[in-house]
């Protein structure tokens, strides 16, 4: 879990999703070793937007980043979850990348759908 007094909430960064509706995971996998500003960088370019970063633990190499993207024509928000930890044979920038995707939204046929593939 994420330690509150290091997570910074950035959601005015980007516009809000809609409020308590149920995430539905479609995917999980590691990158590795992987330069984290890369791949923040590609997300950015990609249209994500950050909703929330922090330090997992008190180790400074370790660090969780949540982005959303809306796919209006869908009408769901896609949800992008990496918790980074810098490999100690590497430069403090390569390490391990967990990766979690999600959906969320009004459009519950899409996100069945999905789910179901």
Not at 89 to 103: Q, R, S
Request: hydrophobic content about 35%; overall charge positive.
């Amino acid at each position: 879990s994420i330690d509150d007094s290091k997570t910074k909430d950035v959601s005015v960064l980007s516009p809000p999703t809609t409020t308590s509706q149920e995430r539905i995971m479609f995917s999980k996998y590691c990158i590795q070793p992987v330069r984290i500003k890369s791949l923040l960088m590609s997300r950015v370019l990609e249209g994500y937007r950050a909703r929330r970063y922090g330090h997992t633990s008190q180790d400074s190499d370790k660090v969780s980043i949540h982005f959303t993207l809306r796919l209006a024509e869908c009408d769901v928000v896609l949800h992008y979850e990496v918790s980074f930890v810098s490999s100690p044979w590497h430069i403090p920038t390569v390490g391990n990348a967990h990766i979690k995707l999600e959906l969320s939204g009004e459009n519950t046929d899409f996100i069945q759908m999905v789910k179901k593939v």
